[in-house]
């Protein structure tokens, strides 16, 4: 924990580096062009720059920026978690409209995972390595805003020239995890400028847009070195789905476990969340039901993310037990939704080993739809696409396989192999990428 004394020193340092920008702005030329009109959304003296920082960049690009920021204090939640997964505050459920300090943080980058989808627009998380000043990384977002540059900004974690990187720990209560935090930070939209060598900078605490040029957005970058780069979709649910798809892979991409995804994650696995519920893809707005949703892939669960009811695990064993009745590969009496058999045999030994109790999976996974039935090679490769992470390919058995289906979980045993766990969320957004045409 940080002395009151440093707390008030970094504060000052902070205030200092944006009292500089407004004091010397006209002789370094960093004022925004006059001809083009941009709306800033006044911070006053409280943690609210996140949200902020939202509203300033969603009304620049044609959106409702009053609207957006009134939804993200909802989505993002306010409580003494990682921040990663919440607007970090020991204040109350409106911590943010206290005075900044370490106990009234604000949000990391990750804690925005899914929000801006939530909201109706693309977003993907951009990371450089922490601590570096990377002009390589600052031109990468700039391209990224060339595309189409009145419909998109950066929002920008700033840090100013002298933080603490690990200001304050925070232990998470299911996993033990030492989580450091950073201090002090400021958050920021931006977009391109005139000049390609400059981005315009909307900071509800200077109230004006101003312009840096890209070598000093990456010296204020490298705290976090990591940014959302957001931009406006006027199209189908289909065309964001294939713009998040297409994303995986691409330079400075990540795919970050944040958010309320990260959260649960951590409930239900506790320290084991990064073996089993790790995640592979961006996330993408979907219908479940009759209503739109947040879908974050995961290798083995697909986060099913509403906010406001909270993040659920899709029934991915169930969707497997539907694809398999269809395809006729087994008999409507071997499937029964409601719960029909226990674990048995080697898979029982297998699931004892690796989560403690069948209880334990049962919570995790949901409890068994199927007996243990046989599944062929050619009936595998025939519901488990080619070219994914674990192929059944890859791991041919004449012999074919015994299969055991839960709620959202599927579990195959070979006397070659033993038992393991289909990554059943990997082979569901294999499919989503299929139908979108993104191969």
Not at 34 to 45: D, H, V
Not at 293 to 302: D, E, F, I, L, N
Not at 429 to 436: A, G, I, N, P
Request: proline share 5%; charged share 15%; with cysteine.
């Amino acid at each position: 924990m940080v002395s009151q004394r440093k707390i008030h020193l970094f504060s000052f340092l902070f205030a200092l580096i944006i009292g500089l920008l407004l004091s010397v702005g006209p002789v370094l030329q960093i004022h925004a062009d006059e001809q083009t009109s941009y709306r800033i959304k006044l911070q006053g003296n409280d943690s609210n720059c996140d949200f902020i920082a939202v509203a300033n960049g969603i009304q620049n690009i044609g959106g409702d920026g009053e609207r957006a920021y009134w939804s993200v204090r909802s989505l993002v939640p306010q409580r003494v978690r990682d921040y990663k997964e919440a607007f970090y505050t020991t204040l109350g459920p409106q911590g943010s409209d206290q005075p900044f300090t370490p106990n009234n943080l604000g949000a990391a980058p990750e804690a925005f995972t899914g929000v801006y989808q939530a909201l109706g627009y693309d977003a993907v998380l951009l990371a450089a390595h922490a601590g570096d000043v990377d002009l390589d990384f600052v031109r990468a977002i700039r391209d990224r805003l060339a595309v189409n540059p009145e419909r998109s900004f950066v929002h920008l974690w700033i840090t100013p020239y002298a933080y603490d990187p690990t200001a304050q720990l925070l232990t998470v209560e299911e996993t033990g995890e030492q989580v450091s935090m950073l201090y002090p930070y400021h958050e920021v939209a931006a977009m391109l400028a005139a000049d390609p060598e400059r981005l315009v900078i909307l900071d509800g605490l200077v109230g004006y847009p101003y312009e840096l040029a890209l070598n000093e957005v990456a010296s204020l970058l490298r705290g976090f070195n990591q940014v959302l780069v957001v931009r406006r979709n006027d199209g189908s649910l289909e065309d964001h789905q294939r713009f998040e798809s297409n994303q995986t892979g691409q330079p400075y991409v990540v795919t970050p476990l944040g958010g309320p995804y990260l959260a649960a994650a951590r409930t239900l696995f506790g320290d084991a969340y990064q073996t089993w519920g790790a995640v592979i893809g961006q996330p993408l707005r979907v219908f479940a039901g009759d209503r739109e949703t947040v879908m974050v892939p995961g290798a083995y669960v697909q986060y099913m993310g509403t906010y406001v009811d909270g993040v659920t695990l899709a029934p991915l064993g169930e969707q497997m037990a539907t694809d398999l009745l269809t395809a006729g590969f087994i008999a409507p009496d071997q499937v029964a939704l409601s719960g029909n058999s226990d674990l048995e045999n080697g898979i029982r030994l297998w699931v004892e080993s690796q989560f403690g109790s069948v209880d334990r999976f049962y919570q995790l996974f949901g409890h068994t739809i199927t007996p243990e039935f046989w599944l062929s090679q050619e009936q595998m490769n025939a519901v488990v696409p080619a070219g994914m992470a674990f192929s059944f390919d890859t791991y041919p058995q004449p012999s074919g396989y015994i299969v055991v289906l839960t709620e959202r979980a599927m579990i195959v045993w070979t006397a070659e192999r033993g038992a393991w766990l289909v990554p059943l969320g990997h082979v569901s957004y294999e499919r989503y990428r299929l139908k979108l045409g993104v191969f």
